[in-house]
């Protein structure tokens, strides 16, 4: 098994563009989250879906940020526009049903 | 709402010391506890879990006991190796959910 994909792995911005983060779960696992890392705030859940559909979304930290999930073997984190104060880890992770996450490499984020 | 609250790092130990790390949580019902681990550079790693009171979860050597009582879910090894040279971090997921609420994250280095 590949665990969770996620690309890029690295991404440098410029302040303003659009960002967008890709995601392809483990396959068969129902749930899927977003969680953002940064020193001062740590790890926080942006969005969990479960069955493609978003269940809570209370984490996105404003309306630049949105997250689809078109089908059961992707999803994408998209920031548009992208700031400063975006730069942070991203990491994805899956779950399957009653059991605990697998998280994917992370994405981290400059914006310049 | 839900919260976790681990010791401050970061953690410097030499090779084949003991090592704890406190982990106390708030929460509301019965939580299910988690502690990840964080090497450089990559995601997060489920470490152990446990589900209900009393439960103890262990290994690689690290154990953490559910205690309903005192709120705790502190994570032990009784001779840490170099390797063991990481982030952890303590987590809860509330009742059958799977979205994580995460503590700070302790730093630990293991010196030879």
């Known amino acids: 098994d590949a665990g969770v994909i996620q690309s890029p792995r690295h991404e440098v911005t410029e302040m303003g563009q659009e960002v967008t983060l890709r995601c392809k779960p483990i396959?068969?696992?129902?749930?899927l989250f977003w969680y953002r890392q940064t020193m001062m705030r740590g790890l926080e859940l942006l969005i969990y879906?479960?069955?493609?559909?978003?269940?809570?979304d209370s984490g996105m930290p404003e309306d630049r940020f949105s997250a689809k999930m078109p089908n059961a073997s992707f999803s994408t984190l998209k920031i548009q526009p992208s700031e400063p104060r975006d730069s942070a880890v991203y990491f994805c992770?899956?779950?399957?049903?009653?059991?605990?996450?697998?998280f994917g490499q992370g994405t981290r984020l400059t914006v310049v | 709402g839900d919260s976790v609250t681990q010791m401050e790092g970061p953690v410097t130990l030499s090779e084949e010391a003991f090592l704890t790390i406190n982990c106390t949580y708030t929460?509301?019902?019965?939580?299910?506890l988690f502690w990840y681990v964080q090497y450089p550079g990559e995601g997060l790693q489920l470490l152990l879990k446990?589900?209900?009171?009393?439960d103890k979860g262990s290994n690689k050597g690290f154990e953490a006991t559910y205690r309903k009582e005192t709120t705790s879910f502190h994570l032990e090894k009784g001779s840490v190796q170099v390797s063991d040279s990481a982030v952890y971090f303590c987590?809860?997921?509330?009742?059958?959910?799977?979205?994580?609420?995460f503590g700070s994250g302790t730093q630990l280095t293991v010196l030879p």
């Open positions: 879906f479960n069955n493609n559909v978003p269940i809570d």
């Open positions: 446990a589900t209900k009171a009393d």
């Open positions: 987590a809860l997921a509330p009742g059958s959910a799977r979205q994580l609420t």
């Open positions: 992770a899956s779950s399957p049903e009653f059991a605990e996450a697998f």
């Open positions: 929460a509301t019902g019965y939580p299910s």
């Open positions: 396959s068969g696992h129902n749930s």
